[in-house]
């Protein structure tokens, strides 16, 4: 009977560390098959990306260049926001690729809504994700997902962008103008 009540508690302890998330093999799949989804799209940008996002690139003193995607200014409710970069120069290596809330504690949200902030509550302003690269010209393809309120529907968002420290270290991002022009014709505003 001892034994009968130490095998009951134990598979009850196991089933219970499993039942509240994925488990590190689930998010490493979950991992594999968004790099996979990246690679799949081809490079082909979003026609309606509804947040401005920008790149910076800093070349460090190892010689290293770092990156860092930034993503805010929502223009629609995001709730559970995952993204992934894929940096071309990588994509056949063991390196890490950078991601938000894929390989993150479960415990960790990230939620987007316009003119809302409040990062206790997993309400964040913008999000950024940070990789580094020691080629000097890299493409880096981004896909965001996120849900709906009702956390029903789940949507995608694919753009890329390419640096070449050679062309003038240039900063591509989608720039304010465009991002007011996007916004008031959502609204209806001319």
Known sequence: MRKFLLMLMIAGLTA?????????REREEKYNEYIQTVEDNKGAVSQNIPFRYDLDVTKAKNGEYEYTVTID???IAMYDIEAIIVDSTKVNTTDMMPNLGIIDDEDAVYNMIPFQVNAKRGFHKGIQ????????????????????????NTSKAFFNFSYDEKKAKQKTSQTDKNYEKDTSNETGEE
């Open 16 to 24: 219970g560390c499993s039942a509240g998330g994925l488990s590190d």
């Open 73 to 75: 200014k929502p223009q």
């Open 129 to 152: 994700l940070n990789g580094y690269t020691k080629k000097n010209t890299f493409t880096l393809q981004v896909m965001v997902t996120w849900k709906d309120y009702a956390k029903l």
